[in-house]
């Protein structure tokens, strides 16, 4: 498992804000400059010079100066790590529906599976939107897009804290449910499938949407990779979208 060490300091140093940082340095910047000063002054005057003749100085100086320049430059920081995360988090977005998208989720879940795969219970939904193409053709991409944007978000809604949701593409969608066994992922898929059923999207829209849905999970004879669960889930997709959509297939992995 990969342990992002920069991502982590880079949160670290978001929430330590930069009255603290500065506060710290300046106070590093005050002891260095009076201990400098005492050996430069005991280094090249014999005896040295009377304290209150040189300390003021070796205190000001850094104190009036450090806090100007290292708030300046921890204030660029914080604005070049915000652009950062930021960025980070817009490409694993899928932008239409504002779930993960496609190379998110991949990782993410590769990384579930190589951990927690062996012990314990995964299961996948492979998720598609029926005739999808002819609410395209029949109401156009604005309200098509709508659709998307608002299924998506019933059907994330359902899920739990630790389980992950994305889009893969067109009107594909998926989510791999933790701590779940594929009998108990039939009874999410199923209210998953009976939501997006009721939904209606007002008078310029469509008012018979439905998914289908395919469940595959980790017990049984398929190997912990999102791979193995996707080749499955899809199975049962095709199975569900043979016996007539708006349906779920697929229980125990065979």
Not at 65 to 80: D, I, Q, T
């Amino acid at each position: 498992m990969r342990f992002h060490l920069s991502a982590a300091v880079e949160t670290l140093f978001l929430r330590s804000g930069i009255l603290l940082p500065t506060a710290a340095v300046t106070l590093l910047a005050v002891v260095t400059s009076i201990a400098t000063t005492w050996l430069c002054l005991f280094a090249f005057l014999p005896g040295g010079a009377p304290i209150l003749a040189w300390l003021p100085s070796a205190v000001a100086v850094p104190a009036l100066l450090v806090p100007v320049f290292c708030g300046l430059l921890l204030s660029m920081a914080h604005e070049l790590a915000r652009a950062k995360a930021a960025l980070a988090e817009a490409a694993a977005t899928d932008a239409l529906t504002g779930v993960a998208n496609r190379a998110s989720f991949m990782e993410r879940a590769e990384t579930l599976l190589a951990v927690h795969g062996e012990d314990r219970a995964m299961t996948l939904l492979a998720i598609d939107v029926d005739h999808f193409k002819r609410v395209n053709d029949s109401f156009g991409h604005v309200v098509g897009d709508r659709v998307l944007r608002t299924i998506a978000r019933r059907c994330a809604s359902g899920l739990g804290r630790a389980d992950l949701f994305a889009r893969l593409g067109g009107e594909e969608f998926v989510a791999l449910l933790v701590d779940t066994t594929p009998d108990d992922a039939r009874f999410i898929a199923e209210a998953m499938r009976r939501e997006v059923a009721a939904l209606t999207f007002g008078a310029d829209g469509p008012q018979d949407v439905t998914i289908s849905i395919g469940i595959a999970g980790t017990q049984g004879s398929i190997g912990p990779t999102v791979e193995a669960l996707m080749i499955a889930a899809d199975r049962h997709l095709y199975a569900a979208k043979g016996a007539g959509r708006n349906r779920v297939a697929g229980a125990l992995a065979a």
